[in-house]
């Protein structure tokens, strides 16, 4: 039996059933690439109808198990290690220095979350930078944690497993030097591997262990409407320790949306970069300082 599109009626339950769990919000004029996708799940799990899909979905079981591919159809898991090359430059030449100089003769402790991590290259950029940067590696403690919502990308992500795309603007002496040829692919070295962990998290709900010097919000806020936007800010500004730093990315839509500005809590730094201030604001200020100059 040749499927049809979904109707607006099925497209509406479909689209609220997606937004009450992940949060991510589909546009009308997604319908037809909905249909396109969930065809093939439906000719994948031997299904005859939308409505019997949409059944499977609800059980739990079947929610599991279909997330990723829902996810799919509607986001994209796209990453890539460096990918930004400005902003990596900022966390080398200021946000690596700043920890330097804060935390060199204190706890030596620094804490890095990747909310929405896809496959873990924003994780592993930010861990390989940090070996590479923070003097006398060993005597730092470093947790990098990348969370996500998709149990098939967190896989993916503690394989630590790289096609030459996800490796396209690494240089060859990154690549040589942190990672070890398998078949085609290219397989992180466990001394870069073991400085992250991944967990699932979805951005609607608290982070348990915040208290994070940095976290990272890059390419997912477009996938959200306005309420789950402010949600997902007040998840990781909560989760930011005083004196830390949140990433949005260079597509910040904060600034640009009022509604989203005026929630903002935290003091915008420069493009996609925002701060949260210490109790003792002279402290925060020469903080800030440091980083903006
Ligand atoms: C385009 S990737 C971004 C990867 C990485 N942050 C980067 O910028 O390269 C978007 C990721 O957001 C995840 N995602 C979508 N909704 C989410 C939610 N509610 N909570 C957590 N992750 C979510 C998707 O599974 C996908 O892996």
């Not at 898991?77 to 220095?97: A, H, M, Q, V």
């Not at 309420?227 to 260079?250: E, F, P």
Request: proline share 3%; aromatic share 12%.
């Amino acid at each position: 039996m040749e499927l049809k599109k979904l109707t607006i009626a099925e497209f509406k339950k479909i689209a609220s059933f997606v937004y009450e769990k992940t949060g991510i919000h589909l546009e009308e004029s997604k319908l037809g690439l909905l249909s396109n996708r969930l065809r093939k799940r439906l000719r994948a799990l031997k299904l005859d109808t939308f409505n019997d899909y949409f059944k499977l979905i609800q059980s739990k079981e079947g929610y599991e198990q279909e997330l990723p591919h829902f996810l799919s159809a509607v986001t994209t898991n796209e990453t890539y290690f460096f990918r930004n090359e400005k902003l990596w430059e900022y966390f080398s030449n200021d946000l690596i220095p700043n920890f330097i100089k804060m935390k060199g003769s204190g706890s030596k402790a620094v804490r890095i979350w990747s909310a929405a991590s896809s496959t873990g290259a924003e994780a592993y950029t930010a861990a390989i930078l940090l070996r590479e940067l923070l003097p006398n590696f060993n005597s730092w403690n470093v947790r990098i944690i990348g969370t996500d919502i998709s149990k098939n990308v967190l896989d993916a992500a503690k394989a630590g497993v790289y096609n030459t795309y996800a490796l396209s603007k690494t240089s060859k002496e990154r690549v040589e030097r942190w990672f070890k040829p398998v078949g085609d692919d290219f397989e992180l070295k466990d001394e870069i591997k073991k400085l992250v962990t991944f967990q699932f998290h979805n951005l609607r709900d608290k982070f348990p262990n915040g208290r994070f010097d940095l976290i990272f919000l890059r390419n997912v806020l477009m996938y959200f409407d306005n309420k789950m936007k402010k949600q997902a800010i007040t998840v990781v500004s909560d989760a930011l320790a005083q004196g830390g730093h949140l990433i949005i990315g260079d597509v910040d839509p904060i600034r640009t949306i009022p509604e989203l500005n005026e929630h903002m809590k935290l003091d915008y730094i420069r493009p996609g970069t925002y701060f949260k201030p210490g109790v003792n604001s002279k402290e925060s200020q020469a903080q800030k300082q440091l980083v903006t100059k």
